[in-house]
């Protein structure tokens, strides 16, 4: 646990609280919660004076929900508990902490961060804020940071806040900052973590093999050497590495997101009377059906392209480009997304095995009624088009991550069943040739795409964005694989690999990253 560095008077009176405890509990309703500890049996349970339960402020509703809680000695509790909406009548808790007994969520951050003085330079509660993995530009922080930058605007110094002024500052927000500091996050040692995805991450860089693809002008001019690995976690914890920030086209990584995508809007039982669910065992880009006549499964063309026909039917295809774009954006937190036209007018112009494959689905009846097959296929290659940067795409396998919500914006996205049948099917197929190979090994659902990029899940923990252009044998990352191999090789992320009884691997999801238990600090 974050040991919180109390100034002495504070110890003092926190001391003095433990030894005379409050009467009001027996006027007031006790709200017991369980602290989480991620992946043990064992629960410590504390009680927050919440007055009546319809108070409970939404926050605290949060906290419930995430099944969190603050560890306290009977000396914290929630600031915003007590406070109805539009109820400005002084509340017991106020008067208690007015009369100095109770020192608030705000005061124990500002406590944690100034480290015993009165006032803390802002640079270092942002850089403090880093540390746990939070970006000062999340969006679940804005109010926090516009208070903020207005905050300074009227300090003598511009640099400097006192503990009234912090407290002004992150009120909005005080519920997942205390989560942050107090490392109540799925990764709670991110500083550690992120220095061995740094050490992967270089690993990786020294491989030279592989082949960038080179069918079309655009995917052949990217650069062999460019390496960058990028991830969020389910939390909003976020780590790039590498060159992060430069656009590239999804390609074949988009397949399960648009299977996704029709999934949520239709159902499993409606995709699946068109598509199959099984892995195929021939090259991604083979004309060949089931016995059933439906192509394999959604992550081979035939079966992306039938996909593509099921999204917003009727629709014209500016208003599909839209509704699908749409839908990317949110699951990347708004980040970026883009389209390459020149990518998608190349697609068209080289894509005459996917207009065979267009063209044999037709016969074989595989589109649902009064399809056009052509119009389908350009809404196809203007999918494979869409741009992404390694961060943005990081958002979106975070949200298959965190079960369709958004971890950046906390919106629902997608429903559950379109992300568990998706993480399924990414699981048996989707790696191309590979796809045996890489659920053996690494264990993980993933999807790779013919620009270099290897879209990675790791269910409830985070999702991670690999892009390298050189391309192996079988179409992937050169130095994506070899990431992916190299990190469950550190870490217990393999799906079968086991919770409790695992040697010689790190468990981030524990502080410390070890298996053995360990005595939990207090407090106080």
């Known amino acids: 646990?974050?040991?919180?560095?109390?100034?002495?008077?504070?110890?003092?009176?926190?001391?003095?609280?433990?030894?005379?405890?409050?009467?009001?509990?027996?006027?007031?309703?006790?709200?017991?919660?369980?602290?989480?500890?991620?992946?043990?049996?064992?629960?410590?349970?504390?009680?927050?004076?919440?007055?009546?339960?319809?108070?409970?402020?939404?926050?605290?509703?949060?906290?419930?929900?995430?099944?969190?809680?603050?560890?306290?000695?009977g000396a914290v509790e929630l600031d915003e508990q007590l406070k109805k909406d539009g109820d400005n009548a002084e509340t017991p808790s106020d008067k208690r902490r007015n009369a100095g007994i109770l020192p608030s969520l705000e005061d124990l951050l500002f406590y944690t961060v100034a480290e015993g003085q009165e006032k803390i330079p802002a640079h270092k509660f942002l850089t403090a804020l880093k540390a746990t993995g939070l970006r000062s530009g999340d969006p679940r922080l804005k109010e926090c940071m516009?208070?903020?930058?207005?905050?300074?605007?009227?300090?003598?110094?511009?640099?400097?806040?006192?503990?009234?002024?912090?407290?002004?500052?992150?009120?909005?927000?005080?519920?997942?900052?205390?989560?942050?500091f107090r490392k109540k996050f799925v990764i709670p040692d991110f500083q550690s973590f992120s220095s061995h995805i740094d050490e992967l991450y270089e690993n990786a860089k020294n491989l030279s093999g592989g082949q960038v693809a080179d069918y079309i002008p655009q995917l052949a001019k990217f650069n062999p050497d460019l390496w960058a690995v990028s991830l969020c976690t389910v939390d909003g914890q976020r780590h790039t590495v590498g060159d992060t920030k430069v656009p590239f086209c999804l390609q074949s990584c988009v397949k399960p997101l648009k299977y996704a995508v029709a999934i949520h809007d239709h159902s499993t039982e409606y995709v699946h009377s068109f598509i199959g669910k099984e892995p195929s065992g021939l090259r991604f880009n083979k004309l060949f059906l089931n016995e059933e006549d439906k192509p394999h499964n959604p992550m081979v063309n035939a079966g992306a392209i039938v996909c593509t026909s099921l999204i917003k039917q009727g629709a014209g295809n500016a208003e599909k480009f839209d509704y699908v774009m749409n839908f990317l954006k949110k699951?990347?937190?708004?980040?970026?997304?883009?389209?390459s036209n020149a990518t998608f007018q190349s697609e068209r112009e080289s894509?005459?095995?996917?207009?065979?494959?267009?063209?044999?689905?037709?016969?074989?009846?595989?589109?649902?009624?009064?399809?056009?097959?052509?119009?389908?296929?350009?809404?196809?290659?203007?999918?494979?088009?869409?741009?992404?940067?390694?961060?943005?795409?990081?958002?979106?396998?975070?949200?298959?991550?965190?079960?369709?919500?958004?971890?950046?914006?906390?919106?629902?996205?997608?429903?559950?069943?379109?992300?568990?049948?998706?993480?399924?099917?990414?699981?048996?197929?989707?790696?191309?040739?590979?796809?045996?190979?890489?659920?053996?090994?690494?264990?993980?659902?993933?999807?790779?795409?013919?620009?270099?990029?290897?879209?990675?899940?790791?269910?409830?923990?985070?999702?991670?964005?690999?892009?390298?252009?050189?391309?192996?044998?079988?179409g992937n990352s050169v130095r994506g694989i070899q990431f992916c191999l190299d990190l469950v090789e550190l870490f217990n992320f393999h799906n079968y690999d086991n919770l409790r009884h695992f040697s010689k691997k790190y468990d981030p999801r524990r502080e410390g990253g070890d298996q053995r238990v360990r005595t939990h600090n207090i407090l106080l």
Request: aromatic share 10%.
């Open 1 to 73: 646990m974050l040991h919180f560095r109390f100034s002495t008077v504070l110890k003092e009176l926190s001391q003095a609280t433990l030894k005379r405890p409050l009467p009001v509990c027996t006027t007031q309703k006790k709200t017991w919660l369980p602290t989480r500890h991620h992946h043990h049996h064992h629960y410590h349970h504390h009680c927050f004076f919440t007055g009546t339960t319809s108070a409970v402020s939404p926050q605290l509703k949060l906290l419930h929900a995430r099944s969190y809680c603050i560890k306290t000695e």
């Open 146 to 180: 516009e208070t903020l930058k207005e905050t300074l605007k009227n300090t003598a110094d511009g640099v400097t806040l006192d503990r009234h002024l912090f407290k002004k500052c992150v009120q909005s927000n005080i519920v997942l900052l205390t989560q942050a």
């Open 331 to 339: 699951m990347a937190g708004q980040e970026y997304v883009g389209f």
């Open 351 to 474: 894509g005459d095995r996917n207009f065979a494959i267009g063209y044999y689905l037709k016969e074989k009846k595989c589109f649902p009624e009064g399809t056009d097959m052509t119009s389908v296929l350009d809404f196809y290659f203007q999918l494979c088009s869409i741009e992404v940067t390694c961060e943005s795409a990081s958002v979106m396998a975070a949200t298959l991550a965190n079960g369709g919500i958004c971890p950046i914006t906390g919106e629902r996205v997608l429903n559950p069943e379109a992300v568990r049948n998706t993480l399924s099917l990414m699981h048996s197929c989707g790696m191309y040739d590979f796809s045996g190979q890489f659920a053996f090994h690494v264990g993980l659902p993933a999807k790779s795409g013919v620009a270099g990029g290897i879209l990675l899940v790791v269910p409830n923990v985070m999702g991670i964005m690999c892009w390298s252009p050189p391309l192996d044998k079988l």
